[in-house]
């Protein structure tokens, strides 16, 4: 159905003149000046039949003036000047191209080079300046060509080639160089030039031009200079200027041809719709729509599609909606629209487009929508012509609100009733989280004006902004597993971060306006929410492995003794090499959490357990003797950890057990408690302990059970008198002397003398050690006491003295040493203690020494046993 569609444009009035609406160029004449008319002398006209002078070399002011065809003379006419369509000269691009083929479409320069030839290939050209360069060559295929500047230089051609219409508009002026050749081998209708009010046609001498001028201004201008040759008609509500000796040609059939072309673009049903951001380029029949934002206004571009170009006939009203889906995927039909859909929006008022182009607005869209089109529809009111846009867009929320970090404690995430919440960025206190366990995250797709989205379904990611806490940390690692919505609210109960301290984050989705990946930017897409810290994360664990140098007993506890291979029951013993092992903070998934460090390290020696163990349980340690070991940082998640150089353990000493070989294994973990005073914190514990499995001796892992046994001696007052004294241990069956024994050793002051009887008096006789104390050999000790001599001439000190090895902590009585009483001092040997008395193995040996009470026949002078 074809509709015309008047559109007045209107005119500066002069008499005999009148403002129309588009229309068929006025044709009677092969000149018509609506305000001035100026001809050069030996100008004339040639009507087909018969040439006539025109009435040259004056100027004609009249209100409307006209060259008659058949006379040559100037007569005055009444006419009305149509406007032209589109009505206003419409944009044009910004590309500029040289080429030598130049496609439909919207440009800035075109450049044609000096003695170049260049084919325009048709359709509908938006130029802002169309440059011919000398002796070069144009060719027009039929079409449309908005051209806002046209120069072209000395002895140019412009060919409509192939046949048809070519309809030249000038927005600005039309320069033509001398000697130029404008459509000179065609046909008055090939070529119609039309000028907007204010344009400006200015030919120079010798120029050849075929086809009709129209200007409906009456500021515009027609001029030709001299020997021009110009076959058809000029028409202006403005000004022409011939030069001297120009050539009209007006026949019949020109005449025809002239009044055949009309001003308007007539309006047709257009073959397809489409719709396209404004900034689209002119001319276009296709484009992109890109994401917009719920509750924010948009307008776009609705176009009328004719074979393929851009309908710039049609002018009239659509209906345009917006269908929306909140899913990508939905089939489309014969119209390229979607099977299924939401109608979001039916514009109104209805809106109209002009010259096949027009901006419409839309209002705000409330929710989020992945998958949204154009659909235009003609006529409004019955539609028989539907359409929807060649591109679908998202309309996507502004920003996420609300956002939530929270757990129900510090390894688990919970659900929406937790009030554990996640914000904590203090080095010291308030809720903590484990590294790589699962918190939870919530947030509220909100539009422009601040409500739920509540489609939105998608599925943001955590994007990590900043680490805060501790200074100059490194960020870890944030997922945030599998989200769920509801009414716009998005919700995971799988987020983890890897590592420790605290982060500043945002939520980010780029997804959701997938459709609009290829034609909007990142940030045109994306949704994000502000910056939120989050915090304070902990290791999940700590992990303790040994070091490369394993843990060493010092057997019988003393590395001075050259000759040791065991170590008696009771006996405390040392390491010669301490258990040593390295300690590193790891998040859930085991990999190290670098962050543990500085005011975050919170590992105390309080917080180390050591666990002893011996194959078989009957053999008890006792480690009362342990001390507190040294646990040092050492950065980046990692430290040490070190038992105490003076921790030393014993086998506990009860009754005689048969030697066995010591197999004793430690077990050192650590425990960070200091969170713990927070409701849900817990304790952070190791996870893989250190273990030192069947920890070496030095020189021999033989326990033996042993005692220290004194036997009574006798001999002279004159001399020094041996006291026999050895180390036994019990070999299962009984106590025998232990021969592998060459570490034992005691001092003079470790021996109370008591009970003096007779004449020996007190310290008259005293211990004999060597002095440092020498060791036992093979079991055996060498203790004497020295000879107590006479009191007086011919008086003896006989009597006897009992002496008691002080072997325990506490060392009771009075020791003997060099002849000066002193007390006794403790050996704190207790290992070497027996059960003399009865009860336990926990009492020291004791002995009688005699001088001078034995002597047998009168005959014996001396007689000493030797054992």
Not at 210 to 233: C, L, N, Q
Request: aromatic share 8%; hydrophobic share 40%.
């Amino acid at each position: 159905m074809l509709k015309r569609i008047l559109v007045c444009f209107l005119v500066s009035l002069v008499p005999g003149v009148a403002a129309a609406a588009c229309g068929s160029v006025p044709s009677s004449y092969p000149v018509l000046s609506g305000s001035q008319l100026e001809v050069g002398k030996d100008s004339t006209v040639n009507n087909g039949t018969s040439i006539s002078n025109i009435n040259g070399g004056a100027k004609y002011d009249g209100a409307l003036d006209a060259i008659n065809p058949n006379t040559g003379a100037v007569i005055s006419a009444s006419s009305s000047f149509p406007s032209l369509e589109p009505t206003t000269f419409p944009g044009t691009g910004t590309t500029d191209t040289s080429a030598t083929t130049v496609a439909a479409g919207s440009y800035d320069d075109v450049t044609v080079a000096n003695s170049s030839s260049t084919t325009f290939s048709g359709g509908s050209y938006y130029i802002d300046k169309l440059d011919i360069g000398k002796f070069a060559t144009v060719n027009l295929a039929a079409g449309s060509y908005f051209i806002k500047t046209l120069s072209l230089g000395e002895e140019s051609r412009i060919v409509v080639s192939p046949s048809g219409t070519v309809r030249l508009y000038i927005g600005s002026k039309a320069t033509l160089d001398k000697n130029t050749l404008i459509n000179a081998a065609g046909t008055v209708a090939d070529l119609q030039v039309f000028l907007y009010p204010g344009a400006d046609w200015d030919a120079a001498n010798d120029v050849t031009f075929v086809g009709i001028v129209y200007a409906p201004g009456t500021s515009s201008k027609i001029e030709f200079g001299k020997d021009s040759s110009i076959r058809g008609a000029l028409v202006t509500a403005g000004e022409v200027k011939l030069g001297r000796d120009a050539n009209l040609i007006f026949s019949a059939a020109d005449q025809a041809a002239a009044g055949g072309v009309s001003t308007c673009v007539a309006s047709a049903s257009p073959g397809s719709f489409n719709a396209f951001e404004t900034a689209t380029v002119p001319g276009a029949t296709s484009g992109v729509i890109k994401t917009r934002v719920a509750a924010s206004a948009f307008g776009l571009d609705v176009v009328a599609v004719s074979g393929g170009d851009q309908e710039s006939a049609f002018s009239d009203t659509v209906k345009v909606e917006l269908l929306g889906n909140a899913t990508t995927g939905v089939g489309l039909d014969a119209n390229n629209c979607p099977t299924s859909f939401t109608l979001l929006q039916t514009v109104s008022p209805t809106p109209t487009i002009s010259g096949g182009r027009s901006s419409v607005g839309f209002a705000a869209v409330g929710n989020a929508w992945r998958d949204v089109r154009v659909r235009i529809s003609y006529p409004a009111g019955s539609p028989t012509s539907t359409s929807c846009s060649t591109d679908n867009f998202a309309i996507r929320p502004a920003r996420f609100g609300g956002v939530t970090v929270s757990d129900a404690d510090s390894v688990t995430a919970g659900t929406a009733s937790n009030t554990r919440t996640l914000y904590n960025t203090a080095a010291a206190g308030g809720n903590v989280h484990k590294a790589g366990r699962p918190f939870r995250i919530a947030a509220t797709a909100l539009n422009a004006a601040g409500a739920a989205t509540s489609n939105y379904a998608g599925t943001p990611v955590a994007s990590l902004t900043a680490c805060v806490l501790p200074a100059g940390c490194t960020l870890g690692a944030l997922t945030t597993g599998t989200w769920s919505a509801a009414s716009g609210t998005v919700t995971t109960d799988g987020a983890s971060y890897s590592e420790v301290g605290a982060f500043a984050m945002k939520l980010v989705d780029a997804s959701f306006a997938a459709v609009d990946a290829n034609d909007s930017s990142a940030a045109e897409r994306t949704i994000e929410s502000a910056a939120a810290n989050v915090g304070r994360f902990v290791p999940d664990h700590f992990e303790l492995t040994t070091a490369i140098v394993l843990p060493k007993f010092k057997t019988f506890n003393d590395t001075t003794c050259a000759t040791r291979s065991f170590t008696y029951v009771g006996q405390p013993f040392g390491y010669l090499t301490l258990p040593e092992a390295a300690i590193t903070a790891k998040n859930a998934a085991g990999a190290t959490t670098l962050n543990y460090a500085g005011a975050l390290w919170k590992l105390a020696p309080a917080g180390v357990i050591q666990s002893y163990t011996h194959t078989p349980v009957t053999n008890t340690l006792d480690i009362g003797l342990v001390g507190t070991p040294t646990v040092t940082a050492t950065g980046n998640g990692a430290g040490s950890l070190i038992a105490n150089a003076a921790d030393v353990i014993a086998f506990v000493r009860t009754t005689p057990v048969a030697p066995f070989n010591a197999d004793i294994s430690l077990s050192m973990s650590i425990q960070d408690t200091a969170e713990n005073g927070v409701p849900g914190n817990g304790v952070i514990d190791t996870a893989m302990p250190a273990v030192f499995s069947s920890i070496a001796f030095d020189s021999g892992n033989d326990i033996r059970f042993g005692q220290l046994v004194l036997t009574n001696a006798h001999g002279s007052e004159l001399l020094n008198l041996p006291v026999p004294i050895e180390t036994r241990y019990w070999n299962g069956a009984g106590f025998v002397r232990n021969a592998a024994d060459f570490c034992t050793r005691l001092a003079a002051d470790n021996v109370s003398l008591s009970n003096w009887q007779r004449d020996l008096n007190a310290c008259e006789t005293s211990v004999l050690l060597p002095a440092p104390p020498g060791r036992f050999i093979a079991g055996q000790g060498n203790l004497r006491l020295s000879a107590p001599g006479l009191s007086a001439p011919g008086a003896s000190n006989t009597g006897s003295v009992d002496l008691t090895p002080q072997l325990g902590a506490i060392a009771g009585g009075t020791a003997c040493v060099g002849g000066v009483a002193t007390a006794a001092v403790a050996a704190s040997q207790s290992w070497l203690q027996g059960r003399w008395t009865g009860g336990d193995y926990d009492q020291n040996p004791a002995a009688r020494a005699s001088f001078g009470l034995y002597r047998g026949s009168k005959s014996l002078i001396y007689l000493r046993e030797m054992y």
